[in-house]
Nanobody, 126 residues
Framework: QVQLVESGGGLVQTGGSLKISCALY????????MAWFRQAPGKEREFVGV????????YYGDSVRGRFAISRDNAKNMVYLQMNSLKPEDTAVYYC???????????????????WGKGTLVTVSS
């Protein structure tokens, strides 16, 4: 059974940076494409970005491209989301998700992921 646990959320000022983490328990992490999503109060869940199993490919949503970066450490079964130049509209619960599908297939199926964490709250104050 796969378990995803996010950590590192908190309060940050506009223009600041924050790095959140996600740990995967239970399976061979290298085979999993990992993604981040977010959901703000009263809004639909939004795709943030995805990284391939090797870490060699990343894709980002339009609203975060150029500001956010996903990375992973397969030796530690960890994936990270570095968030820079944060804005109040980045305030949301951030979810980590995993899938055994490769990134190309995930794009084709609109990032329908298999496993989800419970989320970590990021609040950006104005």
């Amino acid at each position: 059974q796969v378990q995803l646990v996010e950590s590192g959320g908190g309060l940050v000022q506009t223009g600041g940076s924050l790095k959140i983490s996600c740990a995967l328990y239970g399976r061979n992490f290298d085979f999993y494409s990992m993604a981040w999503f977010r959901q703000a109060p009263g809004k639909e869940r939004e795709f943030v970005g995805v990284i391939s199993g090797s870490g060699g490919s990343q894709y980002y949503g339009d609203s975060v491209r150029g500001r956010f970066a996903i990375s992973r450490d397969n030796a530690k079964n960890m994936v990270y989301l570095q968030m820079n130049s944060l804005k109040p509209e980045d305030t949301a619960v951030y979810y980590c998700a995993g899938s055994q599908a490769n990134v190309g297939h995930l794009i084709a199926i609109n990032y329908r992921m298999e496993y989800w964490g419970k989320g970590t709250l990021v609040t950006v104050s104005s």
